[in-house]
């Protein structure tokens, strides 16, 4: 059993409880999400949280990380002095697979090429209690929803298709490597309490509609912001009627939306996916508490006054759609298609069609895929483009194989990946005579902006059911609607397709040889942690210097950044991932990408000592081989983008002091505080004038370092003038505990006594 039986049966003893307070409090009917919300607290709930305002401490249940951010995150957790995380973890390989031959060479190949990440995130795993799941074990989001997600629960995932596991009506949500961290060593995870979007489903799915159809309609209505700071909570008896796959697929797509996760209410159809897969046991526990696992029954009568937005989704008239190219929210309907393609001068041919992925490899999908692949054989029909089949787990994988419809994919031309994220992220070597021929792929995958799956801007990517790219891949046409188009067969007869036929659940049950799960040792403190000192990829960290009790004197101004300065700009992406494990290294990038405000270049400033210019890093390095601190200086929302904690890491390890700004993205403000880095903001925004390029700045008041009072800054010009300036902050008693002992992670340390 590798679910935590005790952790849900604890979570589900104590809910009737904790929503009967909540509802107490709130003194109104409760949607699903609040409950499970208000459950997860931190300390016990004892006031309400005004949604899309309030910022809130959660206790999540679990961690899942993928091993793209699992390396960053598992190195920091390192430093942190806990034998076991605090709550159940799992790591998940399956980012740095490339598909190029097929499942088996692929997946040689990067267990070879990525060894030593493989070894560290093993070793670590073993030493700190995480689950680890080998290279081919399959992809996070469908290994966690076969083995961990249960209805009620809260988790976190540093990837953002995490709320995948809303399929079985989970908060899941996808998260930067230091949420991880934070949850993984007992700290509360802070969230904004997001908003609620009702969608409420009527009627019932028919003919060559699935799924899929909903999550592709609801982002043509929302588009790829409507759901930022939001759950969008799925209920009614269309909702029941979807299987718990369906549910997950529709779920794992609400990152498109922006949204912060989506989730359904549970039913039968939850209960039915867990008994099949070796948890009768949660199903069980489930049922006895199925009244809090629903919203309350006024939210059904009266969805309009509990929602802050309702959409509402007849699925007896939904009919398939396809989205794209270049963004998931442009939905399109099949009827519309041909006319679509023809407006728009899409390329009509398809060159490759692609199913599975995290978002679409459940046993219904692959089956009712199969029912379409089957037909090519009894109506003497090929496969026009190219095929390919991502399975989402080993589970999946070797189940569908038993029950033979990899044979039949097979025998339309189709290829085996391995299962993995492959194409999904761009780890495909794909095969094209003309990278800039303008070119038509279908996938039943997530995102479609351009480069994503093959790095080729000519690519035009469309997302529609693994059903309606089974049938795209035979026809070979984008303009081709199969519920009304004929082809033409290699006999020269006109035949059609018959809607797709499947099964929810395998009729025989699942079964697979080996998972690919490694427990981890019941006592890890022996166990070595696997890096090799000349590793150019992984470097283990130490953990940084705590405060010396001084004020901050002689500092030199490294860049005043002008405009933007996004995480990007901060710590780019692209070649520099992977680095992403080896602090030392990726720190080559930072603020390579920030514009300098006294030449208006990028990484190009001037180096103090010497009076010559030369790149960011490289002259940061120089004042650190001197002993000399340094200031960064940025615009306004500094550090906005994603939560990606080397662009508060790399300042820190290079001994960059502080950064003085006119004001931050959130996040990066507190990355910055949990790194123990000081993050300022100018009580007068228009000092931001005032810094010239040769300061030496002292940030004086710092013994007095308490929540509200502002520090001082002197800036001392190379003229022998200077001026004094107030600088605000926003921390708080914890966080100047923080800045005291070096890091969030320090101060845990010193809690375990290391
Ligand atoms: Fe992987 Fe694509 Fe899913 S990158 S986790 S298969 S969204």
């Not at 094209?432 to 093959?454: C, E, G, L, Q």
């Not at 300065?565 to 080559?588: E, F, Q, V």
């Not at 002993?627 to 929302?637: K, M, T």
Request: glycine share 10%; charged share 20%.
């Amino acid at each position: 059993m590798l679910f935590d039986l005790d952790l849900i049966k604890k979570v589900y003893s104590e809910l009737p409880f904790k929503v009967q307070t909540a509802r107490n409090l709130l003194n109104r009917p409760m949607t699903f999400a609040e409950k499970i919300l208000y459950s997860h607290i931190f300390k016990p709930a004892t006031k309400t949280y005004e949604k899309g305002k309030d910022y809130v401490d959660f206790a999540p249940d679990r961690v899942a990380m993928q091993d793209a951010t699992a390396q960053m995150a598992l190195l920091q957790f390192d430093t942190c002095g806990r034998d076991t995380v605090a709550v159940p973890s799992t790591v998940h390989c399956d980012h740095l697979i490339q598909a190029k031959l097929g499942a088996d060479q692929d997946l040689s190949a990067a267990i070879d090429t990525n060894k030593e990440v493989y070894d560290f995130l093993s070793s670590i795993s073993n030493k700190y209690g995480i689950g680890f799941w080998k290279p081919g074990a399959g992809i996070i989001h469908q290994v966690v929803l076969e083995n961990y997600a249960f209805p009620g629960g809260m988790m976190i995932g540093t990837d953002s298709h995490t709320p995948n596991a809303g399929g079985l009506g989970m908060i899941a949500i996808g998260v930067g490597g230091a949420d991880a961290v934070d949850v993984m060593a007992g700290l509360p995870w802070e969230l904004k309490m997001p908003k609620l979007i009702g969608v409420k489903l009527t009627g019932k799915m028919n003919g060559w509609t699935a799924a899929k159809d909903v999550i592709l309609k609801v982002a043509g209505i929302l588009t790829v912001k409507g759901g930022t700071g939001a759950i969008v909570e799925y209920f009614g008896e269309g909702a029941d009627s979807l299987s718990a796959t369906g549910k997950a697929t529709i779920c794992n797509m609400g990152a498109e939306i922006g949204a912060t996760c989506s989730l359904f209410t549970y039913d039968d159809k939850m209960g039915a996916y867990l008994k099949a897969t070796g948890r009768a046991a949660v199903a069980d526990l489930a049922d006895h508490v199925k009244e809090y696992l629903r919203p309350d029954p006024e939210v059904y009568a009266n969805p309009e006054k509990y929602y802050d937005q309702l959409i509402e989704i007849n699925l007896n008239e939904l009919e398939p759609y396809v989205n794209g190219p270049f963004t998931p929210d442009l939905a399109t309907p099949i009827s519309r298609m041909a006319e679509a393609v023809a407006a728009n001068g899409w390329p009509d041919k398809i060159e490759v069609a692609l199913i599975g992925s995290c978002t679409n490899s459940s046993y219904e999908d692959i089956s009712r895929s199969a029912s379409i692949a089957g037909q090519a054989k009894t109506k003497g029909l090929k496969a026009q483009s190219e095929f390919t089949v991502t399975p989402g787990s080993e589970l999946v994988r070797y189940t569908i194989e038993k029950d033979g419809y990899l044979e039949t994919f097979g025998e339309i031309g189709g290829v085996l990946l391995a299962n993995a994220c492959g194409p999904c992220i761009g780890q495909w070597a794909r095969h094209i005579d003309d990278p800039n021929r303008k070119n038509t792929i279908v996938t039943s995958f997530n995102r479609n902006f351009a480069k994503r799956n093959d790095g080729l801007a000519s690519t035009h990517a469309f997302v529609a059911s693994p059903e309606i790219v089974t049938a795209y891949a035979i026809a070979g046409r984008l303009s081709f609607n199969p519920l009304k188009d004929k082809i033409i067969n290699e006999i020269g007869q006109e035949v059609m397709l018959d809607e797709p036929k499947g099964y929810e659940l395998p009729p025989k049950g699942f079964s697979v040889e080996d998972p690919g799960y490694l427990a981890p040792s019941a006592n890890g403190k022996e166990v070595e942690v696997a890096v090799s000192p000349s590793s150019q990829r992984l470097q283990l960290l130490s953990p940084f210097t705590p405060w010396d009790g001084k004020d901050l004197m002689g500092l030199k101004l490294l860049i005043k950044a002008k405009g933007k300065c996004t995480t990007d700009h901060i710590s780019m992406a692209g070649p520099w991932l992977k680095y992403r494990g080896h602090l030392d290294n990726i720190s080559n990038n930072m603020l390579i990408g920030a514009v300098n405000y006294f030449n208006n270049q990028t990484d190009t400033v001037k180096n103090q000592l010497t009076g010559e210019y030369g790149p960011v890093p490289a002259t940061q390095r120089v004042y650190k081989a001197a002993g000399i601190g340094s200031v960064v200086v940025g615009d306004e929302n500094y550090g906005e983008g994603s939560s990606r904690e080397h662009a508060a890491m790399e300042p820190r390890h290079l001994g960059v002091r502080a950064i003085i700004v006119k004001s931050f993205a959130r996040i990066h403000e507190t990355n910055l505080k949990k790194q123990g880095m000081l993050a300022l903001t100018f009580a007068n925004k228009d000092d931001y004038e005032k810094i010239q390029e040769d300061d030496t700045i002292d940030i004086i008041g710092l013994s007095d370092f308490v929540p509200g009072k502002q520090v001082t800054a002197v800036l001392n010009h190379s003229d022998g003038k200077a001026d004094k300036i107030k600088l605000n902050h926003t921390y708080n008693e914890q966080q100047i505990e923080w800045f005291k002992a070096g890091s969030a992670l320090n101060l845990i340390r010193k809690q375990f006594g290391k």
